[in-house]
């Protein structure tokens, strides 16, 4: 399967036609009323309201549902998480930076339109409420279209950052976290890694959690949560 690039709406057998949010958040419900397991891209919607009315078809129709938050498939994020479930994060600063805005196959209406708080927002919430612990309130800054700051407050204390961008020019794509405390820093850097890893282990979790009927962690649960993290960090 190719690398998805917007909503991915899987039925048995699959089928997958790629579509930005508005259009997931409009056929997603019609799918899960239908029984149809679904995979889905971030964000679920264009908006909260349609995040969660995709959220809330999958869990009244009970299908099984996975989301596209690519890193988290891949088995270094993996060893990250985990090694962060045993850190005492007392602070962490992270960013997600490339420039496909700048023009090329990403720079979409959607992302143009929104920029990078939606597009990469839940990549980098989803990562730090995972490795530092539960978001309780998060506050953003700047310019979505061209540079957003996040600060987030964690259930344990901790304080983060996030810095968002999709137009700055830079070599190759950045993502890094660094979770700081007692401990010498943990450090989370896509740069060495190879993202066609994450699409096998996408794939064999998503046909495991069907064949079992299992909830999957990452799920249109976790995109709603993560969209509302986006929406506060806006609206407050």
């Not at 690398?3 to 508005?22: I, T």
């Not at 009323?33 to 891209?41: I, S, V, Y």
């Not at 896509?190 to 890893?197: F, K, L, P």
Request: charged share 20%.
């Amino acid at each position: 399967m190719a690398a998805p690039q917007h909503g991915y709406l899987h039925r048995r057998p699959p089928l997958a036609p790629a579509v930005p949010p508005a259009v997931q958040a409009e056929l997603a419900p019609l799918a899960a009323k239908r029984g149809k397991d679904l995979l889905l891209e971030k964000p679920l919607g264009p908006d909260l309201a349609a995040a969660r009315r995709v959220a809330d078809a999958v869990a009244e129709s009970g299908v099984v549902s996975q989301l596209v938050l690519t890193k988290r498939y891949h088995p270094a994020t993996r060893a990250f998480l985990e090694a962060a479930g045993s850190f005492e994060a007392v602070g962490a600063r992270s960013c997600y930076l490339h420039g496909a805005f700048l023009g090329g196959e990403f720079a979409t209406g959607w992302r143009l339109e929104h920029g990078a708080l939606l597009d990469l927002g839940p990549h980098l919430l989803d990562l730090l409420d995972a490795a530092v612990g539960p978001v309780t309130a998060v506050r953003a800054t700047g310019d979505p279209r061209r540079w957003v700051e996040l600060t987030c407050e964690h259930e344990n204390g901790a304080v983060s950052q996030a810095s968002l961008s999709g137009s700055v020019a830079v070599p190759r794509a950045l993502t890094r976290v660094e979770l700081f405390g007692p401990a010498e820093p943990l450090v989370y850097d896509t740069a060495g890694i190879d993202h066609e890893e994450c699409w096998p282990v996408l794939r064999h979790d998503f046909a495991t959690a069907v064949r079992t009927r299992t909830p999957t962690p990452v799920d249109a649960g976790r995109g709603l949560y993560l969209q509302s993290l986006l929406d506060r960090a806006v609206h407050g």
